[in-house]
């Protein structure tokens, strides 16, 4: 009998690096400087792109969303139109965390999963504890690849040491 799906976590990506992004914030706040010393009116341009910049990035990260289930990793994303990928677990063949230097000062991070299924791979953006969910991922897909009795043969080319 298969086991009944269920949330772990689900996440969205989050501002929060964006709030620790000083060179964004300084060549806006110096562009709007700048132009408020030629002429006080262009001071508005720089803060205007900030604002939109600003914008459009919430509207991307509060519109992406990262489900892990007992069974599957679910990546939705888009604003206006929606994309789906679902890759089931026992077809995740790597993962790698990775945090820039912002995302780091505020404990965010990058999650890349790979698998065998058509899907290929998909990254979970800016996401709280990056480092332990991957980790959860990976061990996960473990666990439900020996419940499945699922094995991995890698087609990557081993040659052996001095041989090519």
Request: aromatic fraction near 10%.
């Amino acid at each position: 009998m298969a086991e009944e799906e269920y949330d772990l976590w689900v996440e969205t990506a989050s501002m929060r690096d964006f709030m620790v992004n000083l060179p964004f914030w300084v060549i806006t706040v110096v562009a709007a400087v700048g132009f408020f010393i030629v002429m006080p009116v262009l001071a508005l341009i720089p803060v205007v792109l900030g604002l939109a910049y600003f914008g459009i990035t919430w509207l991307k990260r509060v519109n992406s969303r990262y489900r892990l289930t007992s069974q599957r990793i679910i990546v939705e994303r888009g604003i206006f139109s929606r994309q789906t990928d679902e890759i089931e677990l026992y077809r995740v063949i790597d993962t790698k965390a990775y945090e820039n230097f912002a995302e780091r000062m505020v404990n965010l991070g990058n999650i890349d999963i790979s698998s065998s299924d058509k899907t290929g791979h998909v990254v979970i953006d800016k996401v709280p504890g990056a480092r332990a969910k991957r980790e959860q991922i990976r061990n996960l897909s473990e666990k439900v690849k020996q419940e499945r009795n699922i094995r991995i043969i890698s087609n990557i080319d081993q040659a052996e040491p001095g041989h090519g």
